[in-house]
């Protein structure tokens, strides 16, 4: 078990990411104004392969309805069953939720996806060309610029998970 706060957190935020690009390529119109989870069976086999760790998180969502809400939903579930007390020590998920570095990261990878969809529009990228192209991304001077403006004292947010748990 990991007590690391940044390996945690890397882990946390792989999972708020891979969540965010299962929405955005997998998302289909189901009944009425419902949104329901439809990952191609290829695109399973693949997360399997590839992300079989966030496999738990894909499957969690698949074939059914859902929301911002459920989704952050899932993540927190998936965090506190296969991350907290089981891969890292028990109440560091709860501290990353709850902290600046993960808050300030989850909103650069909002602007990041806003950004470059678009780009994401055009042709379906696995999760690993996102997260590669997200890292480039960050490490831009304009983007290093508005990080440390972002890292002055006195910004704060709040929570992700509220007790989703």
């Known amino acids: 078990m990991s007590d690391d706060f940044q390996s945690v957190q890397a882990e946390v935020v792989e999972a708020m990411q891979f ?3 299962l929405r955005f ?5 189901g009944e009425g104004d419902e949104l329901v989870m439809d990952i191609p069976a290829e695109v399973q086999e693949a997360i399997q ?3 079989a760790h966030l496999w738990p998180l894909a499957e969690s969502l698949n074939g059914k309805a859902v929301d911002y809400q459920t989704s952050v939903n899932q993540v927190c579930i998936f965090a506190a069953r296969f991350l907290d007390g089981v891969r890292h020590r028990a109440g560091l998920v709860d501290r990353v939720f709850d902290s600046r570095d993960f808050k300030l990261e989850m909103h650069l990878f909002g602007l990041f996806v806003s950004g470059h969809e678009a780009v994401f529009d055009r042709q379906r990228l696995d999760f690993a060309k996102w997260r590669e192209i997200f890292a480039g991304w ?3 001077d304009q983007v290093r610029e508005y990080l440390a403006k972002a890292t002055a004292p006195g910004v704060e947010g709040e929570s992700s998970c509220n007790a989703v748990q």
């Not at 390529?25 to 119109?29: A, D, G, P, V, W």
């Open 19 to 21: 969540e965010t690009w």
């Open 25 to 29: 390529y997998f998302l289909t119109q």
């Open 49 to 51: 392969r590839d992300h």
């Open 138 to 140: 960050k490490a831009s």
